[in-house]
């Protein structure tokens, strides 16, 4: 069962990247850019990452995707537009690929998938498995279980303390609870970040008006 | 685990099939005599004036930008609101800094007039 529901949300999301980059019409490729969004969120939720994946939702769904289509919109005469470009950087652009899925690899492999046991006198210890043996997505038996968020804890958490995900509440409450106690300084940095890209968007986007033109405009409005 | 979000696929199983079904419902059971009249494009009874392929106004691209940056501080809030009683009146103290400065950036929004609609 979770096998099927991973292929599908992986079939959504590779369906979805394709027909974003072979689609002529540029809103079309943005409207399949939706689906490869929703796509990955489903994935975030199967590796037991639901803050992320909420987040996935919530930005790139609700956002950046409403934005993009703002671009397509905003721009005249973008349907006329040819959007496939030359094919003269192909083999730069196949080694690039193979490259990237490459260091891809690598990290799939290299990746150590943790997940609670309960041993023999009822203790529940951390497994430390390699990707390379029989924990492969794919083969589902042990790599659903809190994979992703256990793998992480070592390097950033306490690793002798193991929680489980048990409840509704999810990654959320270890991830609030992180913001506020080890990573405040990160926290309140992100706010400052946030607000250099808002005033960085504000004047980029925001062209002053010069006083010729402010003095039209008087003229117009009265 | 993934049982938690049977309810959320239920949900979304229903919202695409009402939307689905809604948006085609006339379709299947009205009455089709096209005319002349009835496929020209409806705009509020106007007779219909340029192209579809409308250029937007270029505010909008501003107020959805915006937007998206004050959501991503939204997302912010929800680990914060569940660890809110655990952590009490510092939790709250470090959200007032939080969104204080992000407050100082909308006022400055407001004082530039990205957000006025001239």
Redesign the interface.
């Known amino acids: 069962m979770f096998d099927i529901i991973f292929y599908i949300f992986g079939a959504i999301t590779v369906g979805g990247a394709l027909v974003t980059a072979f689609a002529r019409n540029i809103v079309y490729a943005a409207f399949s850019l939706l689906f490869t969004f929703f796509g990955i969120a489903g994935l975030y939720i199967m590796a037991n990452a639901d803050f992320l994946a909420v987040t996935q939702l919530l930005v790139y769904v609700g956002g950046i995707l409403i934005l993009l289509i703002f671009g397509v919109m905003l721009t005249s005469r973008i349907g006329t537009v040819d959007i496939r470009v030359g094919t003269g950087s192909r083999w730069v652009a196949g080694i690039m690929a193979l490259g990237l899925f490459a260091i891809l690899c690598a990290a799939f492999f290299g990746t150590a998938a943790t997940h609670t046991e309960k041993s023999a006198d009822g203790k529940s210890q951390v497994v430390t498995s390699w990707a390379t043996h029989a924990t492969r997505p794919w083969s589902g038996s042990k790599w659903n279980q809190d994979a992703t968020t256990e793998a992480l804890k070592p390097k950033y958490g306490a690793p002798d303390e193991v929680k489980s995900n048990e409840g509704s509440s999810g990654t959320s409450v270890e991830i609030g609870t992180l913001f506020l106690t080890d990573y405040l300084l990160p926290f309140e940095v992100i706010s400052v970040l946030i607000l250099v890209s808002l005033l960085g968007a504000t004047m980029i986007a925001r062209k002053e008006p010069t006083k010729e033109e402010e003095a039209i405009a008087e003229s117009v409005s009265v | ?2 049982t ?2 049977i309810p959320l696929a239920l949900m979304m199983m229903v919202a695409i099939g009402f939307g689905v079904i809604m948006a085609n419902l006339s379709k299947w059971i009205g009455p089709r005599k096209p005319s002349r009249e009835k496929l020209s494009v409806y705009e509020s009874g106007m007779v219909p004036i340029g192209t579809t ?1 409308e ?2 106004s ?1 505010k ?3 107020v ?6 004050f ?6 809030l ?7 009683d ?2 009490g009146a ?2 709250l103290g ?1 959200m007032f ?3 204080g ?2 407050f ?3 006022i ?2 407001v004082k ?3 957000l006025e609609w ?1």
């Open positions: 685990m993934l938690n979000y392929h250029r937007v270029v909008y691209y501003i959805a930008m915006l937007f998206i940056i959501d991503i501080e939204i997302v912010f929800y680990p914060w609101a569940v660890t809110f655990k952590i510092f939790a470090e800094l939080f969104i400065l992000l100082i950036g909308y400055y929004v530039k007039g990205a001239d």
